[in-house]
């Protein structure tokens, strides 16, 4: 079992930025890949980004590319989400997801862990 503890929400303008945290309990957190995901209500979990287990390889959603990233410090048992030019369509609950293999998916039920999320509100 692997608790995920996200952190960082929080509200800001449109066009600033915001850095979440997700820290794992698990010290072999390099056992996974880890991927970001966000929601609204009534909307399904949208994948924004995913990191291998190595760090060596990201992936992100179309909507955030170029404006996300995604990186890993494996001795801190920690993932991070940079969240840079925020827009008010970035508002939802962010959580952060552990999956038990080397690549990162982006169907939030290939994985096995969740954390119980972060609300990040973007005003225009």
């Known amino acids: 079992q692997v608790l995920l503890v996200e952190s960082g929400g929080g509200l800001v303008q449109a066009g600033g930025s915001l850095r979440l945290s997700c820290a794992a309990s698990d010290r072999t957190i390099s056992s996974y890949a880890m991927g970001w995901f966000r929601q609204n209500l009534g909307k399904e979990r949208e994948f924004i980004a995913g990191?291998?287990?190595?760090?060596?390889?990201?992936y992100y959603a179309d909507s955030v590319k170029g404006r996300f990233t995604i990186s890993r410090d494996n001795a801190k048992n920690t993932v991070y989400l940079q969240m840079n030019s925020l827009k008010p369509e970035d508002t939802a609950v962010y959580y952060c997801a552990a999956k038990q293999t080397i690549l990162a998916g982006r169907a939030a039920g290939q994985y096995d862990y969740w954390g119980q999320g972060t609300q990040v509100t973007v005003s225009s």
């Open positions: 990191i291998t287990r190595s760090g060596g390889t990201t």
